[in-house]
Structure formats: structure tokens, C-alpha cells
């Protein structure tokens, strides 16, 4: 069982940046694969990105690229995203999950934070 909490949403303007973290417990964090959704109001929940176990791997929504980094820390048992040159369309509650396998779809992930309000205004 891991158990994911997200935090350092906030409200930002637009062209700025935050960092979210998501805490997991126990001692099986390098086990999983992490990822990062985010669910805007009216719309599905969508991927934004993910890691592999160890870091070595990335990947990201093409609308995130060059804009957005998911990195991790093991030995802290966080994954961080690094949002920058944030727009009003970022506006979501963004959530961290984790994983056997990277998968761009929710049913992939096995286990879910309860997510942290990023809200973006122009």
C-alpha cells in the first residue's frame, strides 16, 4: 500500500511558476513508476507526465513539453513537478499517482493522491 500526498498548488498569474510535490509513504517508493494528472472542472482527468522507477525515464503531454519537469527523489520518496510559463488553461487539480507500468491513462496507475488546486489567472 502507498499512500501519495500532493502539495504547493496555490494561485499564480500567468508566465509564473510553482513546484508541486507529492509525499509517498513507505519504503517501496522506488518501486513504482510516477506520474502526474491534472482534472480541470467539467473536463476528464488528463496526463501530464511521468517517470520511471529510478528517473532515467520521462515523459510528458505534447501541450507540457519544454514547459513543464517531473523529476524524483528515492532517497526522500517525492516526485516533484516543476511548472513554469504557467497558463489560465493549466487551471486543474493536479494529482500524483503511482504505478507498476507508464501508462498515459488513469486506469494504469494503482494508487492516487488526493490532489492540490493549481489555479492560474490572467
Known amino acids: 500500500q502507498v499512500q501519495l500526498v500532493e502539495s504547493g498548488g496555490g494561485l499564480v498569474q500567468a508566465g509564473g511558476s510553482l513546484r508541486l510535490s507529492c509525499a509517498a509513504s513507505?519504503?517501496?517508493?522506488?518501486?513504482?513508476?510516477m506520474a502526474w494528472f491534472r482534472q480541470a472542472p467539467g473536463k476528464e482527468r488528463e496526463f501530464v507526465a511521468a517517470?520511471?522507477?529510478?528517473?532515467?525515464?520521462?515523459y510528458y503531454a505534447d501541450s507540457m513539453k519544454g514547459r513543464f519537469t517531473i523529476s524524483r527523489d528515492n532517497a526522500k520518496n517525492t516526485v516533484y513537478l516543476q511548472m513554469n510559463s504557467l497558463k489560465p488553461e493549466d487551471t486543474a487539480v493536479y494529482y500524483c499517482?503511482?504505478?507498476?507500468?507508464?501508462?498515459?491513462?488513469?486506469?494504469?496507475?494503482?494508487?492516487w493522491g488526493q490532489g492540490t488546486q493549481v489555479t492560474v489567472s490572467s
Open positions: 499517482a503511482a504505478g507498476s507500468i507508464m501508462v498515459v491513462t488513469t486506469l494504469g496507475w494503482d494508487y
Open positions: 513507505g519504503r517501496t517508493f522506488s518501486s513504482y513508476a
Open positions: 517517470i520511471s522507477r529510478i528517473g532515467g525515464s520521462t
